[in-house]
């Protein structure tokens, strides 16, 4: 597509529910990122990857927290047994990646509430 | 981890005026970019400075990125409304390596 997309734009879930968050980045590009930002603040890192390698997922904040690319596109970013401190906007950027990493492209974000 | 700093946090301006944000880092970035982000939107760039030392003029804004590439400051003249928004800066590593962000400046610029 034209830019990065990101499905569900939001997602209300009860305590202890999984969730899967989706991100579609634009064609071509070779890293994506995950990031959670809150108000106001700026996006928190939690894990990338280059093609379909996870580059670094140190930023994840516990194991309930996992991703994946499994063929080089499109990602998901899966939070199992939620908790209300999960609760945020979730961004997806990518880029082109290698020595052309100069711009990160961001969805809309999928924001997450937990009740 | 890279992390970077931003200053002031918050800034709030008449229209006119004339300001600067600052981005600090203890790590050398291969590039350093500036973001502006809106209520409900996603960041989008501003600019990319690569070489230690370049200054870049984007309309009001002026952008410089430190001598050891450590650090870069961004300057609005004669700042307008239009300008209000998080003001966030991004540095990344080389080859396919992260993009760390900074907390951001929230700039409110008032008519």
């Known amino acids: 597509g034209a830019g990065v997309s990101q499905s569900p734009r939001y997602k209300v879930t009860k305590r202890g529910q999984d969730v899967a968050l989706r991100c579609d980045p634009i064609?071509?590009?070779?890293?994506l990122y995950w990031y959670r930002q809150a108000l106001g603040q700026g996006p928190e890192f939690l894990t990338y990857?280059?093609?379909?390698?996870?580059?670094?997922k140190s930023g994840l904040p516990n194991d309930r927290f996992s991703a994946e690319r499994p063929e080089g596109s499109i990602s998901t970013l899966t939070i199992q047994r939620t908790e209300q401190r999960d609760s945020a906007m979730y961004r997806c950027?990518?880029?082109?990646?290698?020595?052309?990493?100069?711009?990160?492209?961001f969805g809309q974000g999928t924001r997450l509430t937990v009740v | 981890t890279q992390l970077l700093e931003q200053s002031p946090q918050f800034l709030s301006i008449q229209e006119g005026e004339n300001l600067t944000v600052y981005c600090n880092s203890s790590?050398?970035?291969?590039?350093l970019q500036w973001y502006r982000q809106e209520p409900g939107e996603g960041p989008v760039l501003l600019v990319t400075?690569?070489?230690?030392?370049e200054v870049k003029k984007l309309k009001r804004l002026t952008f410089q990125f430190g001598d050891a590439r450590k650090d870069s400051s961004l300057h609005i003249t004669a700042a307008q409304p239009g300008d209000t928004g998080l003001y966030l800066c991004?540095?990344?590593?080389?080859?396919?390596?992260?993009?760390?962000f900074g907390p951001g400046t929230r700039l409110s610029v008032l008519p």
């Open positions: 064609s071509g590009h070779v890293s």
């Open positions: 990857f280059n093609y379909e390698a996870q580059q670094d």
């Open positions: 950027a990518s880029s082109l990646g290698g020595v052309l990493n100069t711009e990160a492209f």
């Open positions: 400075v690569v070489t230690g030392g």
């Open positions: 991004a540095g990344a590593g080389n080859y396919g390596q992260n993009f760390v």
């Open positions: 790590s050398v970035f291969s590039s």
